[in-house]
Structures are given as C-alpha cells and as structure tokens.
C-alpha cells in the first residue's frame, strides 16, 4: 500500500504574531528600554512599549538579554575549511554547509557571504578546496541551498585572485544568474598588499609549506611572472556586478593610488586596508572599510598590518567581518564596547547594518526597524562579561535557543 507522504508542520509564527518582550533593544542609534518588539510572518511588524499581548499573540520573555539584529558576515573563507579539514579530504558539501550554518547561527551569523577563492596561483595552500572543480560546486550548493531546508541566509562571495583571467566569463555567468552575491579582486603578489613586508611573506610561506630559502625565492618569482588581469578586464567584470547590483571591492589596498584605482573602477568597498592612513583615504572616498574582527581579539595584525581596533576607534574602519573565526564578530563588538566605551549601537551597526549598506542589502535587514526582515538575536551577558547567543530568530522563524547551567 502507498503511504501518503509526512505533512511538514507548519512554523507557528505562520499562525500567529510572536511578541518578543523583556529584552533591551538595539536599534541603530539607541538602546531602548520597556518596549516589545512583535513579528508577523517574516518581518518585524512593530516596536511599541511594553503591554498585555493580545489575544492570539505568542509572548516570548527576553528578560537579562540584549536584542540585536542578525549579524552580516561580508567575509569568511570557514566554509573551506568545513569543507576540506584536511588538504586532500574534501567531505559532501551538502554536509560541509550544513554543519557550518549550525556553528555559524550559534556565534550569531544569520546572513553569512562565503567566501571562495578563485585562484590561479596559491602561494600558500594546495588544499582540494580551492581547485577550480571544488569551487564551482561550492558555488553551486551555496545557490541549491536557497531551495532545500536551512538555518541562515547564505550568499556567495567570489574572491576573484588577478592572477587567473581564464575564469573572469565564468565569473560573470555566475553574477548574471544570481549565483555571486558579492565579488573582490585580490592580488596576493608577494612584495605589495598584504604581503608588501617581503619578510613577512618569506616567514609566513615557510610556516605554511616548510620551504628552504631557495624554495621561497622561486616560488615569488613564479607568483610575479603570472599573467594578471589587466584594467580592462577588471572594468569589465565590475561592469557586469554593478548591472546586476552586486557590490564590488578591492582588497589589501596598501596606499591612495590602490584606492584610487579601485575607485576608478567603481569598487564601493576596501576589504582589509593596510595603514590607518589608507583606511581614512577610503572613508574620505566614500568607500565602505571592512576590517577583520579577529584582529580586535588578538590586539594587531598577524602580518603587522593596521590595528582594527585602532582604526574603529579612529573612524578608519566601518564594517568587521570574521575573516576565519566566526566566533570574532560577536565578541569583538562587545570587547569595543565594554573595553574602549564604543556606543553599544555603533558598535553593533559594524556587524549587522554598516555590513548590510555595504554589500546593499540594508532595505531588508541589519536592524531592527519595522518592515524590516526578522533576522534577530537574544544576546546574554555571562558572568565573565562574555556575550553568547541564546535564541536566534531568522526570517521570523526561530532557529536557535541554548541555556547555560550555573
């Protein structure tokens, strides 16, 4: 006999509106006090004062919990390595997601653009993960996720590396069908960007891959003597990402003519500058600067690069992103706040709606405010003064809730 097939339950909150109360509430320019925040369906449907829920409502007490936007992470390469652990074992990607976006919802991340790089030369890894193959059906699970069961919004980000201009048509198939939500060109020649401190990249490329001196000399010389792309290339594919209202940045950007360039090309965003002084060049262009939140945990740069804390408190940086450790966004916000008295919304607005402006999503979420997508977060202080996630609401669907025990 055939079996008629499961009835998938229906959300509550298609039901009925949740009514989110107790909690203090970040908006973008305060913290307020004594007011609900209720949803309907997928949006944020009012912000009123406290008051008996009406018939029909789902009361959720946020009592000791701060109530923040969903955070945007504009730059993480975590799918890789949830998807690689070790060099030569690539796992089912379908699995790779999946497990990421469950650890990802847990720091906080509702909106997460991965970050893939698209190579011709890696100095550094010879992992699977970023051979052309693996990328292409990353990009290709990251768009199926869309259509099957999941926890946060996932878009890509195409980390497009000069050094490979046979892949810059597949690229821009990739933008036209919706499937790159985000482009940077990269250039990791050793001698500029990153890399600009030769000695640095020399100590670095030896840690990763246990070279001798001569085995790090032509590995530079290699990198260099690539075909790159030139600046009509670049305008060109800019061309077809602003067509399609995908933003585009520029990365390492290590002096005012990099930015300027960028500029001319009509990138919007300078991921990662490296001085303070061109961090401030970039703002003064009107150019969105994204800077790693780990560098807040650790104090500094690992390459001896700017200080994100510095450039934060300087009006250098406006956007943070996880870079390789999600776990950063969240603590490095409060670590601002609580450390250098950054105001708590302005130290939120760097990882929820400073990021959404940036990659051009901030009409439909990054804050709370109503009609706005409900991709909300209860943040609880422990004791130490660590902040931690206790319930996560996505799209207005509740995704997470832990408890911690005394």
């Given at each position: ?301 690992h390459s001896g690069n700017l200080s994100v804390t510095e450039a934060v408190l300087d009006g250098a940086i406006d956007v943070l992103c996880s870079d390789y450790y999600p776990p950063a966004m969240l603590l490095a916000v409060f ?72």
């Amino acid at each position: 006999m055939n079996q008629e097939p499961e009835a998938r339950p229906t959300p509550m909150n298609e039901y009925r509106p949740i009514r989110l109360t107790g909690a203090r509430i970040v908006t973008p320019s305060d913290v307020i006090e004594d007011h609900d925040v209720v949803l309907h369906g997928d949006l944020i449907a009012s912000i009123e004062p406290i008051r008996a829920a009406p018939s029909g409502e789902r009361v959720i007490d946020l009592h000791d919990t701060i109530l923040i936007p969903g955070m945007i992470d504009v730059h993480a390469d975590y799918i890789e390595h949830m998807a690689a652990p070790r060099p030569t074992s690539l796992l089912d990607l379908r699995i790779a997601l999946r497990e990421a976006e469950r650890e990802l919802i847990s720091h906080g991340i509702t909106t997460m653009f991965h970050s893939l790089a698209l190579y011709g030369f890696d100095a550094f890894a010879s992992s699977i993960v970023r051979q052309p193959e693996t990328t292409r059906a990353l990009i290709e699970t990251i768009h199926a996720s869309h259509d099957f069961e999941h926890l946060i919004h996932h878009r890509c980000h195409a980390r497009f590396e000069i050094d490979n201009p046979d892949r810059i048509e597949e690229v821009a198939t990739y933008i036209r069908d919706g499937r790159v939500h985000l482009l940077s060109f990269m250039d990791h020649t050793p001698g500029q960007g990153q890399y600009r401190d030769l000695e640095v990249f020399r100590s670095t490329v030896k840690a990763y891959k246990g070279l001798d001196d001569e085995g790090v000399e032509r590995l530079i010389a290699m990198s260099r003597e690539r075909d790159k792309l030139d600046a009509t290339m670049m305008q060109l594919l800019t061309d077809v990402a602003h067509a399609h209202g995908v933003a585009v940045a520029s990365h390492d950007d290590d002096s005012e003519a990099r930015v300027d360039f960028g500029r001319s090309l009509g990138t919007t965003i300078s991921e990662f500058p490296i001085t303070l002084d061109v961090a401030h060049y970039a703002r003064s262009q009107g150019m969105h600067t994204v800077g790693g939140a780990p560098n807040v945990l650790l104090g500094g740069s690992h390459s001896g690069n700017l200080s994100v804390t510095e450039a934060v408190l300087d009006g250098a940086i406006d956007v943070l992103c996880s870079d390789y450790y999600p776990p950063a966004m969240l603590l490095a916000v409060f670590r601002l706040h609580r450390e250098h008295a950054v105001h708590l919304p302005a130290a939120i607005r760097l990882v929820t709606l400073d990021a959404a402006r940036a990659v051009r999503i901030d009409h439909e979420t990054g804050s709370i405010e109503e009609g706005k997508r409900a991709d909300l977060l209860a943040v609880r202080l422990l004791r130490d003064g660590m902040p931690a996630v206790m319930r996560a609401w996505v799209s207005g669907t509740p995704v997470f809730r832990t408890e911690y025990r005394a």
